[in-house]
């Protein structure tokens, strides 16, 4: 019954979802919150350089990866502080750069293959090494204490950064780490979603909480659980079915948004109706105001 579980690689598949499925949803709901929701699409183009650059130079992908989508989200944050007008053009420059950069060092590698950059760009079960998990394990920890453990301070920094700063909150410094914690966690989730769906991992689990919770505590727990579910319930679809995991982590959290959004309608029109009786009764049980008396000349 359980005999996915007996082949090596899809126990270290199998952790590395679950890491995944707790990670992305974790900084996507900051992402969410600043309106940057397609920024994880950025940075996996970046990180496709690192990609590369670990083949050629005959190191760990993940580790390198790392290294250069760190400095892109740098990069991006400077120029989302400095670019002004001429910024969307250096964030397509960099985006296009970084992916076009990746294809051609690893062509340019010995190792390279285009087995190898359909693996780290959907998402491969088998690639899944035992240095991979590590690394992971690592990376995913550290996204994890950044996202739960200044959650006040991200969630202020999202929210508003101007009432941020007055409260005296290091805004420029949080920014950056945001997008640092995002970087950090493409890398993550290159080896199961790939680097060009890793994006919507981030997103798609809190939209889908949204739909049923308006608390941003409620909303981080269920997008959490939502993501370690369908990557936990993708990776063993894939085992099974021969699919590419990326692909069918991504529709099963687009299934799960138009589910909740199903669920979440009519409830949202009750209680719209049960707010709007329970108006109608508070107004019929306030006295109506007695009129003044006329005048009456004696």
């Not at 579980?5 to 900051?30: D, E, K, S």
């Not at 590369?52 to 790392?66: C, D, E, H, Q, Y």
């Not at 997103?203 to 369908?230: D, N, R």
């Not at 948004?257 to 949202?268: D, E, K, N, R």
Request: charged share 15%.
């Amino acid at each position: 019954m359980l005999e996915f579980l007996n082949p090596p690689f899809m126990q270290r598949a199998l952790l590395a979802a679950v890491l995944v499925g707790i990670t992305a949803p974790a900084i996507g709901i900051y992402l969410v919150q600043r309106r940057q929701a397609l920024m994880g699409d950025g940075i996996g183009h970046v990180a496709m350089t690192g990609v590369g650059l670990g083949f050629l130079l005959s190191t760990n992908p993940v580790w390198m990866a790392t290294l250069v989508a760190v400095a892109g989200s740098v990069v991006m944050e400077l120029i989302r502080w400095y670019g002004r007008t001429r910024g969307d053009i250096a964030l397509a420059m960099l985006f296009y750069g970084g992916m076009a950069g990746g294809v051609m060092l690893i062509n340019l590698s010995d190792t390279g293959s285009n087995a190898n950059l359909t693996s780290f760009l959907f998402g491969s079960l088998s690639t899944v090494s035992e240095e991979d998990v590590t690394a992971i394990l690592v990376l995913a920890a550290f996204v994890v204490l950044v996202t739960v453990g200044l959650r006040r301070q991200l969630f202020a920094v999202s929210q508003d950064e101007e009432f941020a700063r007055v409260t005296g909150l290091p805004v420029r410094a949080l920014n950056l780490l945001v997008a640092v914690t995002a970087a950090v966690t493409v890398t993550v989730a290159m080896r199961v979603v790939g680097l060009l769906l890793v994006s919507a991992l981030m997103v798609v689990p809190v939209a889908a909480a949204q739909q049923i919770s308006k608390s941003f505590k409620v909303t981080f727990v269920l997008a959490v659980v939502i993501g370690t579910a369908v990557t936990l319930a993708g990776t063993v679809t894939s085992y099974y079915q021969d699919v590419p995991p990326g692909a069918t982590i991504v529709l099963l959290a687009i299934a799960a948004f138009i589910v909740l959004t199903a669920l979440a309608t009519p409830l949202a029109r009750r209680r719209a109706r049960d707010r709007g009786s329970e108006a109608d009764r508070c107004t019929l049980e306030v006295p109506a105001a007695r009129p003044a008396p006329d005048d009456v000349s004696v």
